[in-house]
Nanobody
């Protein structure tokens, strides 16, 4: 029902910025909360940020609070993750996902993108 495709990943130096985009297909995009998760090698999947269906509520993991910003444009069926002041610890595969409600557990998310690699070098 919802297909998600991430883009915008790449290699950046510490302190730099990247903007990830997640483009959705399907007509019910605006009904879903949208989250970003990441997974680094040898680590568990980690919640990053979530935004509710209207964009009026956001929540961030402590590790990215103040550095990352999640936003959505329902008309464009796209959710964004603006990442500033990047650290090597942010290196991971980042995936967007859609859920029926706001949450931090990956198991709540019904649809997933394929992920995009973000690498932050020192």
């Amino acid at each position: 029902q919802v297909q998600l495709v991430e883009s915008g990943g790449g290699l950046v130096q510490a302190g730099g910025s990247l903007r990830l985009s997640c483009a959705a297909s399907g007509r019910t995009f605006s009904s879903y909360a949208m989250g970003w998760f990441r997974q680094a090698p040898g680590k568990e999947r980690e919640f990053v940020a979530v935004i509710n269906w209207s964009g009026g509520y956001t929540y961030y993991a402590d590790s990215v609070k103040g550095r990352f910003t999640i936003a959505r444009d329902n008309a464009k069926r796209t959710v964004y993750l603006q990442m500033n002041s990047l650290k090597p610890e942010d290196t991971a595969i980042y995936a967007c996902a859609a859920a029926d409600g706001v949450g931090t557990s990956w198991s709540l998310y019904r649809y997933w993108g394929q992920g995009t690699q973000v690498t932050v070098s020192s």
